[in-house]
Structure formats: structure tokens, C-alpha cells
């Protein structure tokens, strides 16, 4: 068996330096409590930009200008290691950590963001790093499209880990190549929340036959900082939840053992067997012996893009 933790914590909105602070005290505390991994909601550091789903896309032009360079400026440039004290957090406490973050991107243009999760091993490596593959709706205004490089899963004491963000959960192709890898802890961290998100990581627990670990964004309107832009008409003071968290722990075939964590700020901990998902596959493998490869055949590009060359 092993202990998971869920942390469902907000960001120090738009503060990298801070909210990777905070991360790190979580991290200590699941780890005293026995936690071997330790799996953050999107886009955590340093915050889900919910403010797209209010302002008017192509609109509020000032507002978003300055919310985007203030967004631009708290992401993480993996390439100059400023992931390094939440590496240092694994490597320190010895155990894995999953992380949403908005990443910039410090190879090519150095001003382009992406949505991004990374899984940090106990060594402190990064293990792998996985950009969403479609942004949704107004998310386009703010994230690049990700590739299939990080379309992997990665072997950890926890288990065999793979990763999708929130809607691209959505895309069957996307869950089948994790399947096919042999994933054991599925991680889904989101925005989304409530009963009919819920119900899709049941459903795939179910066709996958593994343990969906679904970390949810909690903020509330105190987690606001005062100098966000039009704060008062973005989020009026009447609304104290922006969004619930409903983060979720979900065993191989679809019963819920912890969870959902509505409206309530923490440790979200869990008792899980990896062993299960192997086990839960007798039935039905739909990678395995309840594909039919003479009809069906996926084919995943998993190299890296890139808009130039340098020979």
C-alpha cells in the first residue's frame, strides 16, 4: 500500500517565489504524515488565470495585457532551473511530487506560456514534463499547444504515473496511449469541478482499469491579490468561492475512497494499492486482450516540435 496526498491549496496568486513556498510546506507536511506522493492541481504555480473565463476574449484589452505579463513573469523557465526548490523539497523528504505550473518557455522565443504538469522523482529529477495539448476555449489567448513528448508514463515507488490536464481528459486518443503504457495512477489535475467531472474520472477508472487521481483548483476571492486589475467587478466581494476544488481519489473501477473535497482547503490523503490495476484488467483490458489491433490502430507522435531548426 501506499499514502497519497491530493493538495488542495491555493497559490499565492501571480508570485512564483511564494507559491513554490508554500508548496514546499505542503510537501513537508504529507511527508510527515507518510504521504509518498504528492500531486498539486493545474496550473499551480502561480495560478490558474481564471480571470479568462470573465473578461471578454479579444476584450478588456488593458486588464488582460496586464494580467498576462504579471502571469508571464511568476511562470517557471524549467531550462533556468527555477523548479529547483520543489526538487530539492522530493529530493530532501524522498518522495514524488506531480505539479501543475504555467511554464515559459526558455528555449526559443521566451515569451510564449504553456499549461503545463511535471512529475518530480524522489531524486529531485524531473522525470517527465507534459504541455496540454489544447488549451480549451479561452485558455488559447493565454497557452501554447503542448506536443506528444510528454505523452508518457513514468515508472515511480508510487506506481507507473501518467498524466492529463483537466479537459484534455476528454480525448479518448489521449487516455488510450496512457492506458497502453501500462498507466497505474492516472493523474487528472483541473479546474474543472462538481458531479459531471466527477463522473468522468469514474468512467475512467473504469475503462482504464487504474487509480484516477483527480487534483482540483480551490480559490476563494480572499486569494485575489488587492491590486489585480478591476478586482471589484471581476469578483465581486458577494462571491466567496471562485472555484470548489472537488479534488477526488478513485480506484480501479470507478468507487470513490476519498473525496470530493468541496469547498475546503488541505490535505486530501489516500490508501492505495498500485497492484489493483493490473488486477482490475482481468475483465477488461482495452489495451490489452480487449483490443482488436487487426481493426484499430493509434499511432502517437511523440517528438518534440518545434518552428525552427538549426543545422
Not at 503504457?181 to 458531479?195: H, K, R
Amino acid at each position: 500500500m501506499q499514502k497519497i496526498a491530493i493538495a488542495q491549496a491555493s497559490p499565492v496568486l501571480l508570485d512564483r517565489q511564494e507559491t513554490l513556498n508554500r508548496a514546499i510546506t505542503l510537501v513537508e507536511q504529507a511527508a510527515s504524515e507518510g504521504a509518498r506522493l504528492v500531486v498539486f492541481p493545474e496550473a499551480f504555480i502561480s495560478g490558474y488565470p481564471a480571470w479568462i473565463w470573465r473578461l471578454r476574449p479579444g476584450g478588456d484589452w488593458g486588464a488582460s495585457e496586464a494580467l498576462h505579463t504579471r502571469l508571464l513573469n511568476s511562470a517557471v523557465d524549467l531550462d533556468a532551473n527555477e523548479l529547483e526548490p520543489l526538487c530539492e523539497a522530493a529530493r530532501k523528504n524522498k518522495l514524488t511530487i506531480v505539479c501543475g505550473l504555467n511554464e515559459r518557455d526558455g528555449k526559443l522565443s521566451k515569451a510564449t506560456l504553456y499549461n503545463s504538469v511535471v512529475i518530480i522523482g524522489e531524486d529531485g529529477s524531473i522525470l517527465n514534463r507534459h504541455r496540454k495539448l489544447m488549451p480549451t476555449n479561452p485558455e488559447r489567448m493565454v497557452w501554447g499547444f503542448g506536443d506528444g513528448s510528454g505523452l508518457k508514463v513514468v515508472d515511480t515507488p508510487p506506481g507507473k504515473i501518467g498524466t492529463l490536464l483537466c479537459w484534455e481528459n476528454y480525448m479518448p486518443l489521449a487516455r488510450y496511449s496512457l492506458y497502453a503504457q501500462g498507466v497505474e495512477l492516472y493523474i487528472a489535475p483541473t479546474y474543472d469541478s462538481g458531479d459531471g467531472w466527477v463522473g468522468s474520472m469514474q468512467h475512467i477508472a473504469r475503462e482504464g482499469r487504474c487509480w484516477v487521481i483527480s487534483s482540483g483548483v480551490i480559490l476563494e476571492n480572499s486569494d485575489i491579490p488587492s491590486d489585480f486589475p478591476d478586482k471589484g467587478s471581476v469578483y465581486p466581494e458577494s462571491e466567496k468561492w471562485i472555484n470548489p476544488g472537488d479534488s477526488v481519489v478513485i480506484a480501479p473501477g470507478g468507487e470513490i475512497v476519498a473525496g470530493p473535497m468541496h469547498e475546503e482547503k488541505g490535505l486530501l490523503y489516500a490508501e492505495i494499492d498500485p497492484a489493483r490495476a493490473a488486477t482490475a484488467k482481468r475483465a477488461l483490458d482495452v489495451s490489452g486482450h480487449y483490443a482488436r489491433p487487426d481493426i484499430f490502430e493509434l499511432q502517437v507522435n511523440t517528438q518534440t516540435q518545434s518552428p525552427i531548426k538549426f543545422k
